[in-house]
């Protein structure tokens, strides 16, 4: 399974960025999953819900199941949150997942940067940041794209990747 990330800070343009990526790429017929970092209180079930009712009342873990797609809640009642590497073992093969966030992880990364958001960047302390799509033109030593431009950056992740 091949990991490739989507780094940059608040409204950089991220999920638009992992959301075009995966289209793009699926339109080429790859697998794709993807792994976002979330902050420690969302939750994807709601009170009133059956599921969420099993969770309330104790249960480790809850699938919720139909003819069209499951999902499962794990609820970590204390334990450490899992690294990115535990994760990723947790998903089924596909030929590449995009992960959005994790900037602190060592995997390779495209960095979103839009010049509006007024961010620092990231990618010249740090290495894994490969390349940078951006609004606004930026003069670094890796390449930049234009962070419209999914074709190109689907191009060059996917020769990063060996796909």
Known sequence: M??????????AGKTGLVERLVSEITGRGFTVSTVKHAHDGFDVDH??????????AGAREVMLAS?????????????????LSELLTRLSPCDLVLIEGYKRDRHPKIEAYRAIANNPLIAPGDETVRALA???PLDLNRPVFDLDDTQSIAD???????L
Do not use: C, Q
């Open 134 to 136: 951006s609004d606004t």
């Open 47 to 56: 009170e009133g819900t059956d599921s969420y009712r099993h969770r309330i």
């Open 67 to 83: 003819g069209r797609r499951f999902a499962l809640m794990h609820e970590l009642r204390g334990a450490p949150e899992l690294t």
């Open 2 to 11: 091949r990991v490739y990330g989507v780094t940059g800070w608040k409204n």
């Open 156 to 162: 060059f992740i996917l020769r990063e990747v060996g």
